[in-house]
């Protein structure tokens, strides 16, 4: 069996289509259960699919990283699929990946990925963070070919993970990076290009800038937090990657994308900027 796991905070909407995207899958219902557990306990998911073979829990502890964790807890098949809530998986990929692990005999999978494209609300009416995230989101398989996956499409043994005591619930960003690096010293990141699960693009400028702040902080929790002056320079070398490849799309690409991309790349600077001063002084990372 396939134990599919989906923390949720607060996205009951795109929760939904996630599950209506898992009830429509080629493979037989029998064969895989899903688990959603939601990271904010006080407000009740309210699911309106059915017929899934579906398992609803709670994980107090914030973060996605703590919340997969109790799914990890719950699950019954030897085979653990992780995505998000506001993920689509496409129609096969379960079934497919099910193959993938049946023919791997000699249990050398150590992670399953494949590619996580993007969606759009309006394809002829992008907005600055679509076009942004058009050119940056998501290189899966070069992640793979570099020994790493994204929790948006990922499929292990749940011996294997167990095996590595799960993810770290202390990270809000790049828990998945930390754990499939593990993984990758032992085992193999196998890239499909067949295994897809779809992803909208980040509409508001704002959920950029979020998004980065918490890969900020997770990177400053699980390799700066001792190191300042390492921290400092991988900032450095952050703001300088984000205006260069500003600059590179401002000489490649039509003023109407590099314009945007030049505005976007700048308030993504600002607020990890911010972020780097919270954190300097010991605040919290950002959920």
């Known amino acids: 069996m396939i134990s599919v796991i989906i923390p949720t905070f607060r ?3 795109r929760l939904n289509k996630c ?9 037989e219902k029998s064969k895989f259960e899903v688990i959603v557990v939601n990271n904010y306990p006080s407000d009740e ?14 994980e107090e502890k914030q973060g ?4 997969r964790n109790k799914g990890i807890e719950e699950a019954n098949g030897e085979i653990l699929a992780f995505t998000d809530s506001d993920c689509l998986p496409d129609r096969n990929w379960l079934f497919l990946a099910k193959e993938f692990f049946d023919r791997d005999t000699k249990k050398e999978i150590g992670v399953l990925t494949g590619p996580v494209p993007l ?8 907005s600055p963070s679509e076009i942004y995230e058009k050119y940056t989101a998501f290189k899966t398989e070069q ?16 011996s294997v993970i167990q095996d590595f005591g799960g993810f770290n619930s202390e990270l809000m960003s790049n828990g998945d990076t930390d754990l499939s690096g593990k993984i990758s010293k032992k085992y193999n990141v196998v890239f499909s290009p067949e295994v897809k699960v779809f992803h909208p693009a980040r509409y508001q400028t704002k ?10 902080g997770g990177n400053f929790h699980r390799r700066f937090k001792e190191k300042p002056a390492g921290f400092r320079i991988y900032i450095y070398d952050f703001l300088i990657r984000r205006y260069r490849f500003a600059l590179k799309k401002i000489l490649t690409v039509p003023p109407r994308e590099s314009l945007p ?17 919270h954190l300097i002084d010991g605040g919290e990372p950002k959920r």
């Open 11 to 13: 996205d009951d909407e």
């Open 19 to 27: 599950l209506q995207s898992l009830y429509s899958q080629s493979l």
């Open 45 to 58: 998911v309210k699911v309106q699919v059915e017929g899934l073979n579906l398992i609803v829990t709670s």
């Open 64 to 67: 996605s990283y703590a919340a």
């Open 119 to 126: 969606f759009f609300k309006d394809t002829n009416r992008l």
């Open 143 to 158: 992640y793979a070919q570099e020994g790493f996956a994204v929790t948006a499409n990922w499929f292990s043994y749940a």
């Open 207 to 216: 959920e950029l800038v979020d998004k980065y702040r918490r890969v900020i």
């Open 261 to 277: 991309i030049l505005k976007v790349c700048h308030k993504i600077n600002k607020g990890v900027l911010q972020e780097f001063f």
